[in-house]
C-alpha cells in the first residue's frame, strides 16, 4: 500500500475533525515551528511507513519556563504540551510535545530536547543527544536570554530556533534541527510500533 503524508502548516482551523476524510491517523504536533513539525513528521513516515497520517501544528503552554534549565523540566514540558494538545484536540490519534532545555554543570552549559508521544493515554519518551554550548551563548542565558534569541545576537541570525538551531549552527548545518529532533522522534515512537511489548 502506498504511503500518503499530509502536512497541514497552512490549516489554523481543526475544529472540523471530518475536514479532510476520516482514514487518515491524525497527529497533532504541540507547536507552530515548522521544524518541530517536519522533525515529526518524518520520524512518523520512517517509523510507520505503512500507515497514513495528517500532521496539524497547535500552539499550547508548556507548563514550565521559557528556557528550562533542567533535564527534569525540559521532560515535564514536553509531557506538558502532549498533554495541553490532547485537551484541546481530542480526535487525534497522537499527540507530540517537544521542548528544548540546558543542563548547567559548573561553568558549561549542554543542550538538548525531550520528545513526549501521547496515545490513549500512553506516552512514549525519548531525548535527543546532547552538545555544549559556547561561551558567548552561555553568558547570555546566564542573563536571561533563551537560547534561540542568544543564538541569534551571537551568530547574527534571525529566528534561528525555526530555521537550522544552535546545532545546525555550530555544526555547519551537519546536523541540522530537523534532523536533531528526527532520531528522537522515532525512538519516542518506539512503544506504538511494539504494542504488545509495551
Given at each position: 500500500?502506498?504511503?500518503?503524508?499530509?502536512?497541514?502548516?497552512?490549516?489554523?482551523?481543526?475544529?472540523?475533525?471530518?475536514?479532510?476524510?476520516?482514514?487518515?491517523?491524525?497527529?497533532?504536533?504541540?507547536?507552530?515551528?515548522?521544524?518541530?513539525?517536519?522533525?515529526?513528521?518524518?520520524?512518523?513516515?520512517?517509523?510507520?511507513?505503512?500507515?497514513?497520517?495528517?500532521?496539524?501544528?497547535?500552539?499550547?503552554?508548556?507548563?514550565?519556563?521559557?528556557?528550562?534549565?533542567?533535564?527534569?523540566?525540559?521532560?515535564?514540558?514536553?509531557?506538558?504540551?502532549?498533554?495541553?494538545?490532547?485537551?484541546?484536540?481530542?480526535?487525534?490519534?497522537?499527540?507530540?510535545?517537544?521542548?528544548?532545555?540546558?543542563?548547567?554543570?559548573?561553568?558549561?552549559?549542554?543542550?538538548?530536547?525531550?520528545?513526549?508521544?501521547?496515545?490513549?493515554?500512553?506516552?512514549?519518551?525519548?531525548?535527543?543527544?546532547?552538545?555544549?554550548?559556547?561561551?558567548?551563548?552561555?553568558?547570555?542565558?546566564?542573563e536571561g536570554k533563551?537560547?534561540?534569541?542568544?543564538?541569534?545576537?551571537?551568530?547574527d541570525r534571525t529566528?534561528?530556533?525555526?530555521?537550522?538551531?544552535?546545532?545546525?549552527?555550530?555544526?555547519?548545518?551537519?546536523?541540522?534541527?530537523?534532523?536533531?529532533?528526527?532520531?528522537?522522534?522515532?525512538?519516542?515512537?518506539?512503544?506504538?510500533?511494539?504494542?504488545?511489548?509495551?
Amino acid at each position: 500500500m502506498q504511503t500518503h503524508y499530509k502536512n497541514y502548516l497552512s490549516c489554523c482551523d481543526i475544529s472540523n475533525e471530518h475536514q479532510y476524510g476520516s482514514t487518515m491517523k491524525k497527529v497533532v504536533i504541540a507547536s507552530k515551528n515548522p521544524v518541530k513539525i517536519q522533525a515529526v513528521r518524518k520520524g512518523f513516515q520512517q517509523m510507520f511507513p505503512d500507515q497514513e497520517f495528517e500532521f496539524t501544528g497547535l500552539s499550547v503552554d508548556s507548563g514550565v519556563s521559557d528556557q528550562p534549565m533542567s533535564d527534569e523540566e525540559t521532560l515535564e514540558g514536553a509531557k506538558n504540551r502532549a498533554d495541553n494538545a490532547s485537551q484541546q484536540v481530542t480526535y487525534a490519534e497522537f499527540y507530540v510535545g517537544i521542548e528544548g532545555g540546558i543542563d548547567v554543570s559548573g561553568e558549561e552549559m549542554t543542550a538538548f530536547a525531550w520528545i513526549a508521544i501521547k496515545s490513549t493515554g500512553q506516552y512514549g519518551k525519548s531525548r535527543t543527544g546532547t552538545f555544549t554550548l559556547p561561551k558567548p551563548v552561555v553568558k547570555l542565558i546566564h542573563e536571561g536570554k533563551e537560547l534561540g534569541e542568544a543564538d541569534d545576537i551571537v551568530f547574527d541570525r534571525t529566528n534561528s530556533k525555526q530555521k537550522s538551531g544552535a546545532v545546525g549552527i555550530l555544526t555547519g548545518n551537519v546536523i541540522d534541527r530537523t534532523s536533531y529532533y528526527t532520531e528522537a522522534v522515532i525512538l519516542a515512537a518506539i512503544p506504538f510500533k511494539n504494542k504488545d511489548i509495551y
